[in-house]
């Protein structure tokens, strides 16, 4: 996860978000957040004392994660991340959500 999150931090922090427009700043701000609370949704699971709690933590976790998958594929629309970049991507949240499981 923290792999992920570093690729996904050095493309976002090519933007200067201010300076795009209002719906692209949306995409690319909530994308940063999902990342951040993901990477740290992960490190709780990690973390659990417990099966229940860590039950719940990876719940939170994949969800999290799907936001981000949906985070890149809106951001690509805006040519945030290229074709390569999204498959790339994709197949990293999904190995990250297999390995919660």
Known sequence: MKSLETRLSGV???????????AEQKIIEALRQNVVDA???IRDYELSETRAGQLQKAEEARQRLEHVRKGVLAASEYNVFSATDVAHLSA?????IENIR
Do not use: A, H, V, Y
């Open 12 to 22: 976002l922090s090519r933007f200067d978000t201010f300076s795009l427009p209002e």
């Open 39 to 41: 990477r740290l949704d």
């Open 92 to 96: 990293q949240l999904e190995q990250i």
